[in-house]
T-cell receptor, first 111, second 115 residues
Framework: DAKTTQPNSMESNEEEPVHLPCNHS???????IHWYRQLPSQGPEYVIH???SNVNNRMASLAIAEDRKSSTLILHRATLRDAAVYYC????????????FGQGTELSVKP | DAGVIQSPRHEVTEMGQEVTLRCKPI?????LFWYRQTMMRGLELLIY????????DSGMPEDRFSAKMPNASFSTLKIQPSEPRDSAVYFC?????????????FGQGTRLTVV
């Protein structure tokens, strides 16, 4: 299974943009890049996913490098409610869509 | 839809006892996953089902763990006998596998404590 590498922790100030990096140098051509986050005492929740092109939704933006070996999750204006562990995951759709979680990045947001 | 429903939310049991965790996936979803989360090991995939059939159980730690999915709306994860090192939060997730990529939905988890 291809792995992802993320910083263990990051800090942000409230209402400022946050860029969460992820390296996935062994990604294969059919792997989708997913981002999930886990708020304290909750199950993980989906944030965004993409294959090759940059993606936007109401929660965040996903910027994918041209060679697909890295990606960046962008929170445009961090709020205190965005404090969570963010996971970058490669999704294997030829294996039933299973998600293999790494250690993730713990994001703290300061008021 | 109420989302993925897990029960119980909390379970405290004595070492050696049988424990059964339950999961109701979102209606219409065709894949179901069981995860375990601990501080030491993070989120580990234990097993996943597609159309009620176990596809990959390589993450199941040992024979004390078993999982079933008798129909599309119910799954169980059983530990017999339970041990203190099984203490963790167990999550169930479901998704629908189509031609395009879609999100997985997680339940609130079952916090298991084995004393």
């Amino acid at each position: 299974d291809a792995k992802t590498t993320q910083p263990n922790s990051m800090e942000s100030n409230e209402e400022e943009p946050v860029h969460l990096p992820c390296n996935h140098s062994t990604i294969s051509g059919t792997d989708y890049i997913h981002w999930y986050r886990q708020l304290p005492s909750q199950g993980p929740e989906y944030v965004i996913h993409g294959l090759t092109s940059n993606v936007n939704n109401r929660m965040a933006s996903l910027a994918i490098a041209e060679d697909r070996k890295s990606s960046t999750l962008i929170l445009h204006r961090a709020t205190l409610r965005d404090a969570a562990v963010y996971y970058c995951i490669l999704c294997y759709y030829n294996q039933g869509g299973k998600l293999i979680f790494g250690q993730g990045t713990e994001l703290s947001v300061k008021p | 839809d109420a989302g993925v429903i897990q029960s119980p939310r909390h379970e405290v049991t004595e070492m050696g006892q049988e424990v059964t965790l339950r999961c109701k996936p979102i209606s219409g979803h065709n894949s179901l996953f069981w995860y375990r989360q601990t501080m030491m090991r993070g989120l580990e995939l234990l097993i996943y089902f597609n159309n009620n059939v176990p596809i990959d159980d390589s993450g199941m730690p040992e024979d004390r763990f078993s999982a079933k999915m008798p129909n599309a709306s119910f799954s169980t994860l059983k530990i017999q006998p339970s041990e203190p090192r099984d203490s963790a939060v167990y999550f169930c997730a479901s998704t629908i596998i189509t031609g395009t990529n879609t999100e997985a939905f997680f339940g609130q988890g079952t916090r298991l404590t084995v004393v």
